[in-house]
Nanobody, 114 residues
Framework: QVQLAESGGGLVQPGGSLRLSCAASGIIFSRYDRGWYRQAPGKQRELVAVIFSNDRTNYVDSVKDRFTISRDNAKNTVYLQMNSLKPEDTAVYYC????????WGQGTQVTVSS
């Protein structure tokens, strides 16, 4: 069964850090473009970070120098390290994998608030 399972969301104060994990099963994750989208209430889903199958990475401008996407191929897992979090980072974060079609995780809530 193909599945993307996210973990690591939660409540954090502004300036804090969180690390999201996305563990894939049923696929060889490294053969896919993988990454994270987020969706805040009342807003469209936006691409936050991607790591391509060739290991090149890309980020939305608003998270550059704060977020880092990485992967552990042995664990079939992708991570999103989020530092210097801001209230505007509050959203549901979705892991995805793209290779022709798109696979989605169930989402994990990140709330940045004092």
């Amino acid at each position: 069964q193909v599945q993307l399972a996210e973990s690591g969301g939660g409540l954090v104060q502004p300036g804090g850090s969180l690390r999201l994990s996305c563990a894939a099963s049923g696929i060889i994750f490294s053969r896919y473009d993988r990454g994270w989208y987020r969706q805040a209430p009342g807003k469209q889903r936006e691409l936050v970070a991607v790591i391509f199958s060739n290991d090149r990475t890309n980020y939305v401008d608003s998270v550059k120098d704060r977020f880092t996407i990485s992967r552990d191929n042995a664990k079939n897992t992708v991570y999103l390290q989020m530092n210097s979090l801001k209230p505007e980072d509050t959203a549901v974060y979705y892991c995805y994998a793209h290779r022709g079609s798109v696979l989605w995780g169930q989402g994990t809530q990140v709330t940045v608030s004092s």
